[in-house]
């Protein structure tokens, strides 16, 4: 069993909550980890189980009777039904902690908890595994720019690239490899396909579903075109744009705002889009090994996706909720093409900047943009890349290896 990182925070929230939600994406571990911490007196209900949907949707009242608090209750949108009735359990009591609750159509359930639930339910998303919590190390803080000394990478080079393509999910741990693009193809056309079509059973079929997600892949790191997507897909504007928002929901993807630090015209002000699962997003490109990542065209930005993904999961499953940003300007490099930085971390009205460089040997050089923040605002820089140790370019740029975000 791997220790999760929201573990201690879930606890901590149920002191001060009456109904837990525990939201993400499908096969993320939800289940798992809720299984892991409720109490011996806590019942556990999934609604996968027809008998149990079947009395939730069409009596709810018999459905508490049978299963009452503290319970917990697993993919929770199948019966919205219950959700009245949840509301009235826990105004009859002042006691905490009394439901539990997982759910993955988030769309779809996000309404009914808006409408129904507003003021009682805590909502805890939850990510694929991230980087730490397949090291050992769930509780790492999350991370902001500290040099304390020289330290060595935590991962050897090769063990960082199989993890960027193993990803997150946890059963991908226990599959053979050779096997794991059969898992995240079945993942695609069985979860993924059936919470789409949940929502509209028209609006695509496996293969235009298939070469869409294929488009994003091999978008990833990149700012977002619904136009140009439509064009390669053979979709409508329409379309593609209600299965980014799904797709965005679910926790697929990740949609990164540009940086507006200031008021330039030149600056982007298109959102950049990543996979949030770089396993997923490999897999989809065809990618296989880290031989074949090396060599792929892509490769710099299936790193990126990765990083940027790490560092937000690693923010958020802190109870972190710093802003982030890339930074994109245009024509203010002239010769040199646009000003780029791959990720702006703020918090407190200072700004973090970090590049991200698949790169054993970084230079200064790479860090050249970081002054388009203001000085005022500006924290330590980093430099993320593949180096065997934790170092500093100089006074305000730190040179962190991948292996220890």
Request: net charge neutral; hydrophobic share 35%; with cysteine.
């Amino acid at each position: 069993m791997i220790e999760r990182t929201i573990s201690k925070r879930f606890l901590s929230l149920s002191d001060d909550f009456k109904i837990l939600l525990l939201t993400g994406s499908r096969q993320v571990g939800k289940t798992t980890l809720l299984k892991m911490l409720r109490e011996d007196s806590r019942s556990y209900i999934t609604l996968d189980n027809k008998a149990s949907l079947d009395l939730a949707k069409d009596d709810p009242e018999a459905f508490f009777i049978l299963n009452p608090p503290p319970c917990m209750i697993d993919e929770v949108q199948r019966a919205p039904e219950l959700f009245l009735k949840i509301k009235e359990l826990v105004d009859a009591s002042d006691k905490k902690n009394q439901v539990w609750l997982t759910g993955s159509q988030k769309p779809r359930l996000m309404k009914h908890v808006s409408d129904t639930l507003a003021g009682r339910v805590c909502e805890i998303d939850m990510y694929p595994l991230s980087q730490a919590e397949k090291q050992g190390n769930p509780y790492r803080p999350s991370f902001y720019p500290k040099f304390d000394g020289a330290k060595p990478s935590s991962w050897e080079y090769m063990e960082t690239m199989e993890n960027v393509l193993l990803g997150g999910y946890p059963e991908m741990l226990s599959v053979k490899k050779e096997n794991r693009s059969d898992w995240l193809a079945s993942y695609i056309s069985t979860y993924l396909l059936g919470d789409i079509l949940d929502e509209d059973d028209d609006l695509i079929d496996i293969l235009d579903f298939r070469r869409l997600l294929h488009v994003l892949a091999a978008r990833t790191a990149q700012e977002l075109n619904y136009s140009a997507i439509a064009s390669e897909t053979g979709l409508s504007n329409y379309k593609v744009k209600k299965l980014v928002t799904l797709l965005e929901s679910y926790g697929i993807i990740f949609l990164l705002p540009p940086y507006s630090g200031n008021t330039l015209k030149s600056i982007v002000k298109t959102p950049r889009m990543y996979f949030t699962d770089s396993g997923l997003c490999s897999a989809l490109l065809g990618i296989e090994d880290p031989e074949g990542f090396l060599k792929h065209p892509l490769a710099g930005r299936i790193f990126e996706s990765y990083v940027v993904s790490e560092l937000i999961r690693n923010a958020r499953n802190n109870g972190d909720y710093a802003n982030f940003y890339f930074y994109r300007e245009e024509n203010k490099g002239k010769s040199t093409g646009p000003a780029e930085i791959d990720l702006i971390k703020e918090k407190g009205g200072i700004d973090y900047p970090i590049e991200i460089k698949l790169n054993a040997t970084p230079v200064k050089k790479m860090a050249r943009w970081f002054d388009a923040i203001p000085e005022e605002k500006r924290g330590m820089g980093t430099i993320v890349c593949m180096g065997k140790e934790k170092t500093l370019l100089s006074k305000d740029i730190l040179v962190l290896p991948v292996s220890m975000i």
